[in-house]
């Protein structure tokens, strides 16, 4: 156990607290509260920091603080003494500009003091914007450290303001550095000859992708094609992004820092360039495109025979939604012909005369899925009952686990 200035061993020996005579290192954390925090670096008890012994420290920073002599009664305080390491030195917030001459940075108490900026480093920022600041320096004297606009992101209300705000305040990218766009631009998209003789080709087997309705990626694939009476092959296929994007290359540097998309409210910020990820690796209908797949074989009762992995070539013959799959499996039982069909949703196949059940050749396909919260489970019977010449496909409500869950 460490205090002030006696330690002791638990064994009834005490001594001077070297603790307290030399400088401890940790973490400064600042509470809105105004009762800021240091947190030792050695899994002590947080020591209380006042404002006025706080020093310029913003939250996070790594520093180093000397105990302040505590009277009787009273909690334990430290002050900062050094600050070893900045945990950020940009900050969003709303600007406040006086003609042109000089403005402020409002963070709402991130680090205890609006951010001053000179007129020079305002760069077009006006009062009402949103902009993120950096911080360039922070004499001791003074109470707000000085500032300069790095980025304006908008008005303050604005969706796409608020939207940027919120990223940049965490620390997530919300744009692409210029030589990753570039990178991908010159990306091919082609796929030759030589490439598809490499692959496994699924290209003539039925082929689908289930996503939400305002989805823009389609990065996973299902297929299905009957091997014998009693067996069936279900393909999974997540697009090949590793043909594209070179191990250490700009991209992939990028992509390495971003981890993942990030998925807001009404946008997501990709981990791969928009010409990537929306396009040339996007599992969309009607295009080839590569593939790394798992390959079930699969018995009338969903056993998984046989497994394996492959790099293949496919081609989507339909986008489903959620919304879709889900109609077509509860209200309708079965699915037509015409649900294979671009474009399409075929809601109403019950015979009705507003959308009568067709009677051409098709593929036929299994609504099987391991990341829709709609769509259910692998279903015997959607595997026994593709036998009809027609290939009628009933969807039966059986609570199956799925072998690829």
């Known amino acids: ?117 000179p007129g020079d480093l305002l760069h077009g920022g006006k009062t009402g914007d949103k902009a993120i600041v950096k911080i360039v320096d922070w004499p001791e004297d003074t109470k707000s450290p000085r500032g300069e606009v790095v980025d304006v992101l908008g008005q303050e209300g604005e969706n796409d303001t608020e939207m940027h705000a919120i990223l940049a305040e965490y620390g997530l990218p919300y744009t692409y550095p210029e030589n990753v766009e570039r990178a991908a631009d010159k990306l091919h998209p082609g796929i030759t000859e030589e490439e598809i ?101 699969m018995n009338n009762n969903a056993d998984v025979l046989h497994a394996q992995v492959a790099k293949t070539v496919i081609c989507s013959d339909r986008r489903f939604t959620y919304e879709e799959a889900q109609t077509i499996i509860e209200r309708n039982g079965q699915a037509s012909p015409d649900d294979l069909a671009l474009p399409g949703e075929h809601p109403a196949v019950d015979g009705s005369k507003e959308n009568p059940q067709g009677n051409g050749q098709w593929r036929c396909f299994s609504s099987i899925t391991s990341r829709s919260n709609y769509a259910p489970s692998v279903l015997r019977e959607v595997l026994s009952d593709l036998t009809d010449p027609k290939c009628t496909l009933k969807l039966m409500k059986r609570d199956i686990p799925s072998p690829l869950m």
């Open 197 to 297: 003789a490499k692959r496994e080709d699924f290209r003539q087997i039925p082929t689908f992708t289930i996503d939400p309705r305002d989805a823009k990626d389609f990065d996973d694939a299902l297929s299905i094609r009957r091997l014998t009476d009693d067996t069936w092959e279900v393909g999974v296929h997540i697009a090949d992004v590793s043909h594209y994007v070179l191990e250490d290359g700009v991209i992939d540097q990028e992509a390495l820092s971003r981890a993942t998309s990030v998925y807001l409210v009404d946008r997501t910020i990709p981990m791969l360039p928009e010409r990537l990820c929306n396009y040339i690796c996007s599992l969309r209908p009607n295009e080839e495109k590569l593939a790394y797949s798992v390959i079930f074989e």
């Open 1 to 117: 156990m460490l205090d002030d200035f006696l330690s002791t061993d638990q064994k009834g020996n005490y001594r001077h607290a070297e603790r307290a005579a030399q400088l401890i290192e940790g973490t400064f954390r600042r509470k809105r509260n105004g009762h800021n925090v240091f947190v030792p670096s050695d899994g002590g008890k947080d020591i209380l920091v006042t404002e006025l012994n706080a020093h310029h420290a913003l939250d996070g920073d790594l520093v180093r603080v000397s105990m302040v002599a505590r009277r009787r009664s009273h909690t334990r305080e430290a002050e900062v003494v050094e600050i070893i390491r900045r945990a950020k030195d940009t900050f969003v917030g709303r600007l406040h500009v006086e003609h042109d001459r000089y403005g402020f940075l409002l963070t709402e108490r991130q680090i205890g003091a609006d951010i001053f900026i």
